[in-house]
């Protein structure tokens, strides 16, 4: 972690090498540079606000496409892989697209830029959330099933209280780079309007025409976002590692 | 009910894993209150056996009646039956993210329906029993396998079954642990608790079980009291068998 953000500052080390970059767009000393700042950063509400809402959906879909994937009968089985298969398939981008021009026309609902961004990002992530809840669930072992059985624990019981607890210990791993994804693929919003981290600098970009700088500082708060994420998966890791071998 | 009522009846039990007949045709009777132990060779069928018995394998023909239950696979029948039929398991198989209380009361309250205190209470009546309530609060790594397997004899008793089942519960351990697990199980087998043992530990046969049954090939190939079976085997294979645990 600490060689990272050593990393950071030879970035900036770059503004040497030409003449080219102007740092004064976004420096914090002059009040313009400063509310250009502000502006940027502004962004990092929605971008946050949505991936976070959307990892949340994304994480009971993902739960309950799982489950079929699990039972012993073919018919559930294959609710979970053709659930999987097309969704895991429809690249995001395009999923947005469908989502917040075509899905209109076909229901009559219309949802705003941040509903349809939600429902874009989880919809996609649950075919993934799916595949890792499955993964998790088969690497329990047989005998805590049948030690749940042998104490008459019913099925959702036994999800509940003994599979799901030690399951989800397994994926946290994979349940943060499935945040850090979601974080990243939330630019994406940005092409139907959302006010986020990537929106914000294209408009700044408009108006000042300096990108390099401005992208950079993009690159920059993405960055420090998901140190953010990384750091928390670890403590959450280590605090519930803390109680099981 | 009378003291010698039969608890469990098998008849003519089969059942298969693909084209392999991992029991063939077994017929066996428990009555209340009797301790039987099972032996014989890897693969004879001796855990598939037990392991029909609360269903955690699906026999394919014959009848399994656990006081007066026929084994279906409603879900009626199967609450019934596992109420009745406790199991302790090779490998322990205990909750490893819950600490050994709530291992003990996950059962109690979520199944029989007892308040968090009775639960509690009934836990640690059984943790006694097996001689560890000190360990109460402790996760079962933090264990050593023989107070690990304890705790799931205690588990297993916390529903009050009436049928123990046990699946060569000292085969995973240290020998220096198998003589903690043995001496709870005798003490249960002295309270009057039917017990179905699948065990390789003879000396535990001879002091506790009052029908002794041996297996090979999904058969059971001889049964009796212990006294006579191990003084004067009747089959070659059983008598092959005692003398290779015996000199080994």
């Known amino acids: 972690m600490k060689r990272i953000l050593i990393l950071i500052p ?55 496409i799982a489950l079929p994937g699990l039972s012993k009968k073919r018919g559930w089985r294959a609710i979970n892989r053709t659930y999987v298969e097309i969704v895991r398939s429809v690249p995001i981008l395009v999923l947005l697209l469908w989502v917040y021009y075509g899905l209109p026309q076909l229901s009559g609902i219309t949802l705003n830029v941040f509903w349809a961004g939600v429902l874009a990002l989880a919809l996609s992530d649950s075919a993934f959330q799916a595949e890792i809840f499955r993964g998790g669930i088969q690497s329990i072992g047989k005998g805590q099933y049948e030690a749940a059985q042998s104490i008459s624990l019913n099925y959702r019981d036994t999800m509940r209280y003994i599979i799901l607890p030690q399951a989800i210990r397994r994926i946290l791993p994979a349940l943060g780079n499935q945040l850090v994804y979601m974080l990243k693929m939330s630019s994406l919003v940005s092409v139907i309007g ?52 | 009910m009378t003291a010698d009522a039969t608890l469990i009846e098998m008849h003519n039990v089969s059942k298969y894993f693909d084209d392999f007949q991992a029991l063939k045709e077994v017929s066996l009777d428990v009555a209340l209150g009797e301790r039987v132990v099972i ?18 394998e699906a026999h394919e023909s014959g009848d399994i009646i656990v006081d007066g239950v026929t084994l279906t696979d409603t879900p009626e029948s199967l609450e019934q039956i596992r109420g009745n039929v406790g199991m302790v398991f090779q490998q322990f198989n205990l909750f490893p993210h819950l600490t050994v209380i709530d291992n003990l009361t996950l ?23 097996v001689q560890i309530p000190d360990q109460a609060d402790k996760f079962p790594r933090q264990l050593s396998g023989g107070q690990q397997q304890r705790v799931a004899i205690a588990r297993s008793l916390c529903m009050e079954p009436r049928i123990l ?43 506790v079980a009052n029908k002794m049954v041996f ?25 092959t068998f005692l003398q290779q645990i015996i000199n080994h």
């Open chain 1, 10 to 64: 030879l970035l900036f080390l770059l503004s040497g090498c030409s003449g080219n970059w102007g740092w004064y767009v976004v420096d914090p000393t002059t009040t313009n540079g400063a509310s250009n700042l502000r502006f940027m950063i502004s962004g990092a509400y929605y971008t946050i606000l949505m991936s976070v809402t959307a990892i949340c959906i994304s994480v009971v879909v993902g739960l309950l």
């Open chain 2, 107 to 129: 059962g109690p309250r979520r199944v029989l329906g007892l308040s968090d205190e009775e639960a509690k209470a009934r836990a640690m009546k059984y943790l006694e029993r």
């Open chain 2, 165 to 207: 089942l046990f699946d060569e519960p000292t085969s995973a351990l240290d020998p220096e642990m198998i003589a903690e697990v043995l001496e709870v199980m005798t003490e249960l087998a002295a309270s009057g608790m039917t017990m179905i043992v699948v065990t390789h530990e003879m000396g535990f046969a001879r002091r």
């Open chain 2, 39 to 56: 032996c014989g060779p890897s693969g004879s069928g001796k855990s598939t056996l037990i392991r029909c018995i609360n269903r955690l």
């Open chain 2, 215 to 239: 297996m090979d090939k999904g058969e059971i190939v001889e049964i009796g009291a212990p006294e006579d079976v191990f003084t004067a085997p009747k089959s070659k294979r059983f008598a």
């Open chain 1, 194 to 245: 959302m006010q986020e981290l990537t929106r914000k600098a294209n408009e700044l970009v408009v108006t000042e025409y300096r990108p390099l700088e401005i992208y950079t500082i993009l690159v920059l708060e993405y960055l420090v976002l998901i140190l953010i994420v990384s750091a928390g998966v670890r403590w959450l890791e280590r605090r519930m590692n803390s109680s099981e071998a």
